[in-house]
Nanobody, 120 residues
């Protein structure tokens, strides 16, 4: 069994910053990619940023230069540092990981989501 627990969401004013964290725990053998998605009301879930086991990252154009994804492999953590937040960044943010469990099965896991609201 693998669990993902997110934290760090909240209400912030435009131009402010937040850092999201996601901790993976349980029967983990290998973590491959780790990513953050978001879903705004009435919109499809979209990939925000991803980081691979190599350390390479990618992100959606709308957050380039403002958001940074990083990971702590020793602690099975992934972070999303969000700066210069805009109202259009308001969404539920989901952690997503590609994990091979100790039973040998590799699949994608999702966190429960954390609300980020950018408003004055």
């Amino acid at each position: 069994q693998v669990q993902l627990v997110e934290s760090g969401g909240g209400l912030v004013q435009p131009g402010g910053s937040l850092r999201l964290s996601c901790a993976a725990s349980g029967s983990i053998l290998t973590i491959y990619s780790m990513a953050w998605y978001r879903q705004a009301p009435g919109k499809q879930r979209e990939l925000v940023a991803a980081i691979f086991s190599s350390g390479n990252t990618n992100s959606v154009d709308s957050v380039k230069g403002r958001f940074a994804i990083s990971r702590d492999n020793a602690k099975n953590l992934v972070y999303l540092q969000m700066n210069s937040l805009k109202p259009e960044d308001t969404a539920v943010y989901y952690c997503n990981t590609d994990i091979r469990a100790t039973n040998g099965i590799r699949r994608t896991y999702w966190g429960q989501g954390t609300q980020v609201t950018v408003s004055s």
